[in-house]
């Protein structure tokens, strides 16, 4: 496939007015090419392990009211088939698209080219690798039996080494940084590579057994989307509002003390998943102190967030970068606050072991993180790739499947998840009676989760495109409702 | 492994976090990230002279004034 050629000046597409000015472009595009393969290779392989996944857990989502469905093909029976969606969109496209926004945005948060490329390289296929090996074993059913950590550990000790190699090569290039203050998405970054390590391997430790081994999965389970996916996704969040709207962060001030509020009480908060479990009760109750004093740093990024984009959400009506990272930052308020009074006694008292919590979970890792990482990829690429998004409408498609498509997941399993638990809890009401009244809301999660399979599909198919630049060749950005009033698009045949 | 000695090591590693985390902080003070100079021009690190404060940046391609919904 050829790709028609551009000069790279209606890439930058800048008029020089000054030495200054040549060299700060010079140096976002230097900085933008020594990531380039890393990046794309990050994103290409997140996203394969997006659409797998997806279609696994649409699989496992309609078992639910089709239980026999494809239950005579061992690999295909919910036992497999679930963990494999939980995995592959955890440790392949969440933590893959994550960590190759996180590459892109170091190297233009310390103003330098990113170091230690080819580290990158060997991180991103001996991390692939390990997904890949634990996948395969679960279909297989080789499985550890806890949530959130099913792949058997040579996988587990496969990814984590594609993690410290992706972690040295963002530390070597945060020590030749170029400037003096660290911006506030480099904190959360700088933080993730801290503690998602250290996590990572003391859970997959191997030396907890009975009640601690519970103690410590849901340390793990909930701590991954503590400081490993939401410091990812806030980082990103912090990034992409102010400069698509080209305005700086409301208060500064506040944007760091949320961080350092977030570091303080998000690491205690796992055990709230043990609420009425056999531990010692001050433990719990920490976690459940802990989890509500994240209201702290939640409301600085709410407010934070919210009045950065006071006066331009009309911009939402036209760029995609923003609609989906707005969309994720909404989010996460929404789930943190969910989660903080989920744990609370007298909320688990219904909610716990529901579905409830399992539309909290998507609304976290979908809602909140994949949407801004959706919003990070459609702002990234057209600068490493030198070409813009062909399609707006599929873009458009992308949106607004994703966005439906997780609301009505999160409303169906919250609501059907309260109804299920109001009924486990009457001694009066047999256990299947709890079972058949969830069954409407199992089928809207169902279609939710189509919803955003097809999504998806339009993502991988319109990345595919830009990677091969591919497509109508585009002079003017692709945003929504522009190409209608420009008439600028020159319509090429695609390639 | 006895519940009581497991937990320990849980709860060290919470505490091992929390010492990390501190460092961090007294590194950051130590290098003055939260003197009200970097605090004051921190939040405007991601722009430049070439994507300023006040231009939309959601584009490549920059078109015309004409053209955009936020126009300079």
Redesign the interface.
Same mark, same amino acid.
């Not at chain 1, 030396?207 to 601690?212: A, E, L, P, Q, W």
């Given at each position: 496939m050829t790709a028609p050629t551009l000069a790279r000046e209606?890439?930058?597409?800048?008029a020089p007015h000054?030495a200054?000015?040549v060299s700060?472009?010079q140096l976002?595009v230097n900085i933008d090419e020594s990531v380039t393969s890393p990046v794309v290779l990050y994103f290409l392989t997140g996203i394969f392990w997006l659409v797998l996944g997806s279609l696994a857990g649409l699989v496992a989502a309609v078992k639910f009211n089709l239980p026999d469905w494809l239950g005579s093909t061992p690999f295909l029976t919910f036992g497999r088939i679930r963990p494999v969606h939980l995995n592959a969109v955890m440790y392949g496209w969440a933590s893959l698209a994550g960590a190759g926004m996180i590459v892109w945005l170091t190297g233009?948060?310390c103003r330098v080219a990113v170091q230690k490329t080819w580290a990158l390289y060997f991180s991103v296929i001996v991390w692939n690798v390990g997904v890949l090996f634990g996948v395969v074993s679960l279909v297989f059913g080789y499985n550890q039996g806890m949530e959130w950590l099913e792949f058997p550990k040579p996988a587990g000790a496969l990814i984590a080494v594609g993690f410290l190699f992706f972690a040295y090569s963002m530390i070597s290039t945060f020590r030749k940084r170029q400037?003096?203050?660290?911006?506030?998405s480099l904190w959360y970054i700088?933080?993730s590579l801290?503690?998602f390590p250290?996590l990572y391997v /003391?859970a997959n430790l191997g030396?907890?057994?009975?009640?601690?081994e519970a103690?410590?999965n849901w340390?793990f389970g909930h701590n991954a989307l503590a400081v490993w996916f939401t410091p990812v996704g806030l980082a990103g969040a912090y990034?992409f509002i102010?400069?698509?709207?080209?305005?700086?962060?409301y208060s500064?001030?506040l944007?760091?003390l949320g961080f350092?509020a977030f570091?303080?009480f998000y690491?205690?908060n796992g055990i709230h998943h043990l609420v009425g479990g056999p531990l010692?009760t001050w433990?719990v109750t920490v976690s459940i102190v802990a989890s509500v004093m994240m209201f702290v740093p939640v409301m600085a990024v709410a407010v934070n967030h919210h009045l950065t984009t006071v006066g331009?959400f009309?911009?939402l009506?036209?760029?995609?970068?923003?609609r989906f990272v707005v969309f994720g930052s909404m989010s996460y308020t929404a789930v943190s606050l969910q989660g903080s009074i989920e744990s609370l006694r007298s909320f688990s008292e219904v909610a716990h072991f529901t579905h409830y919590t399992i539309g909290h979970a998507h609304l976290g890792v979908y809602g909140f993180l994949s949407m801004i990482l959706f919003g990070a990829v459609y702002?990234i690429m057209?600068?490493i790739a030198?070409w813009?998004w062909p399609y707006p409408r599929l873009i458009k498609l992308h949106f607004w499947m994703s966005a439906f498509g997780i609301a009505l997941y999160v409303v169906a399993m919250n609501i059907g998840g309260w109804i299920q638990g109001t009924m486990m809890n009457n001694a009066a009401l047999p256990f299947i009676a709890s079972v058949n009244a969830t069954k409407p809301y199992l089928w809207a999660r169902s279609v939710g989760g189509s919803m955003m399979l097809i999504g998806h599909l339009a993502f991988a198919y319109q990345f595919l495109l830009i990677i091969y630049r591919s497509g109508p060749t585009?002079?003017?950005?692709a945003?929504f409702d522009?190409r209608s009033?420009?008439e600028?698009v020159e319509e090429k045949q695609a390639l | 492994?006895s519940?009581p000695i497991?937990?320990v090591?849980?709860v060290s590693?919470?505490v091992?976090?929390?010492a990390?985390?501190l460092a961090?902080?007294v590194w950051?003070v130590q290098k003055k990230?939260?003197s009200v100079k970097?605090?004051?021009?921190?939040?405007?690190?991601?722009?430049?002279?070439?994507?300023?404060?006040?231009?939309?940046?959601?584009? /490549?391609?920059?078109?015309s004034a004409n053209?955009s919904?936020?126009p300079r």
């Open positions: 209606q890439f930058v597409s800048f000054s200054e000015e700060e472009k976002r233009r948060l400037v003096e203050h660290l911006y506030v700088l933080a801290l503690w250290i /003391v030396i907890y057994s009975g009640v601690t103690a410590m340390w990034y102010p400069k698509v709207i080209g305005r700086p962060i500064y001030y944007g760091l350092w570091a303080l690491n205690w010692p433990l331009h009309r911009m009506k036209y760029s995609p970068t923003l702002y057209p600068r030198k813009e585009r002079y003017v950005p945003w522009l009033t420009a600028k | 492994m519940l497991a937990i090591i849980i590693f919470l091992v976090g929390g990390l985390t961090g902080f950051a990230q939260f970097q605090l004051n021009e921190g939040a405007k690190l991601i722009f430049d002279d070439d994507e300023p404060i006040g231009t939309p940046q959601d584009m /490549v391609f920059k078109s053209d919904p936020n």
